[in-house]
């Protein structure tokens, strides 16, 4: 079973700034992409970031960069912070591993609420 553990989200105003972290084991961070979709009420579920252990990197187009993604090595953790965020970046953040035989794993899912 492969573990998606993850951290961060909330509250914030417009333009503001807020991270999320997803943990996974070392030998699934060593050798399998990881990042972040979302999926806001109504709408499907779209790519935010991921990043696989080379550090290739892949970005939604509504980016537009501000967000970053990154990979801490010291607690398997793969990093995404978003920056001047808009009330449309609004919606229930999930965590992603493409896995063992292209299996996609997710976390529960946070919420991060962009409101003043």
């Known amino acids: 079973q492969v573990q998606v553990v993850e951290s961060g989200g909330g509250v914030v105003q417009p333009g503001g700034s807020l991270g999320l972290s997803c943990a996974t084991s070392?030998?699934?961070?060593?050798?399998?992409?990881m990042g972040w979709y979302r999926q806001a009420p109504g709408k499907q579920r779209e790519l935010v970031a991921t990043i696989t252990p080379g550090y290739i990197r892949k970005f939604g187009d509504f980016v537009k960069g501000r967000f970053t993604i990154s990979r801490d090595h010291a607690k398997n953790m793969v990093n995404l912070q978003m920056n001047r965020l808009k009330p449309d970046d609004t919606a229930v953040y999930y965590c992603?591993?493409?896995?063992?035989?292209?299996?996609?794993?997710w976390g529960q899912g946070t919420q991060v609420t962009v409101s003043s």
């Open positions: 992603n591993v493409l896995g063992p035989g292209g299996v996609n794993y």
């Open positions: 070392r030998e699934i961070f060593s050798f399998y992409p």
